[in-house]
């Protein structure tokens, strides 16, 4: 069973705390532990700092990290997706080679029954939209797809333009949730270049920091979800 938008947020919110813990085995142990919760399964194989893969029945949820602002490594796919050369940066191409790997490999295991999804916030959401624009076999295999304060510019938006039919393939297996007043994703708000776009209040009282939150969709009532995204 394909994850919820909330539980899609909450892999996403897992990986991140699985990122920050120095020991494999102990990030493991902790994220089998959060992701049973939710009755996923941790694929430690197909599992590090950038992707996430877990499971749940034939469901494949795969998950891209945002900005660890400590890694000068992402701070340089930030100012790649910024001015729209994203497609250049070795961290997006690799994240894309990864993904279809994995999905080659569930392929076979699961005899081609296997239902992808892929989740991801900020940096990691841009590095998805751009893998679903440029991987055609990656495109369609993917049921569905949540993205959460997704890094978005002007010129990441027309980068990654697709054609008609294309767009509209996305459009019905595409959310984009964002925060109102979220700077990362403000460019969304004017224009998204596939997928739907639904849109979240924050409380009055968060800072910028609160606003780009993964907590936004975790631990509120998802009252904007997009009831067609889930019946097509």
Do not use: C
């Not at 990986?15 to 532990?33: G, L």
């Not at 998805?128 to 049921?143: A, C, F, G, Q, V």
């Not at 996305?170 to 998204?192: C, F, N, P, W």
Request: charged share 30%; net charge positive.
């Amino acid at each position: 069973m394909s994850p919820k938008v909330n539980e899609a947020a909450k892999i996403a919110k897992i990986h991140y705390i699985y990122q920050q813990r120095p020991n494999k085995e102990r990030a493991d142990n902790f994220a089998k532990r959060k992701l049973g919760r939710l009755g996923y399964e941790l694929d430690s194989s197909n599992t590090d700092k950038d992707v996430l893969t877990a499971k749940r029945g034939d469901n494949i949820h795969i998950n891209y990290t945002g900005t660890d602002v400590s890694n000068p490594r992402d701070i340089l796919s930030d100012a790649a997706l910024a001015v729209g050369l994203q497609s250049k940066n070795k961290q997006f191409t690799d994240r894309k080679r990864k993904t279809r790997d994995i999905m080659r490999q569930y392929d076979k295991e699961l005899e081609g029954k296997a239902d992808y999804t892929l989740g991801s916030h900020s940096l990691g959401s841009s590095i998805l939209m751009n893998t679903l624009k440029e991987s055609k076999s990656i495109r369609d295999r993917t049921s569905k797809a949540f993205t959460f304060n997704a890094g978005y510019t002007k010129p990441f938006h027309e980068s990654v333009k697709v054609p008609k039919e294309v767009k509209k393939e996305l459009d019905k297996k595409v959310l984009h949730s964002r925060t109102k007043g979220d700077i990362v994703s403000a460019h969304m708000s004017e224009q998204v270049a596939f997928g739907q776009l639904a849109e979240y209040k924050a409380d009055k009282d968060s800072d910028l920091f609160e606003k780009h939150s993964l907590d936004n969709f975790t631990n509120v009532d998802m009252w904007y979800l997009i009831i067609h995204f889930f019946l097509s």
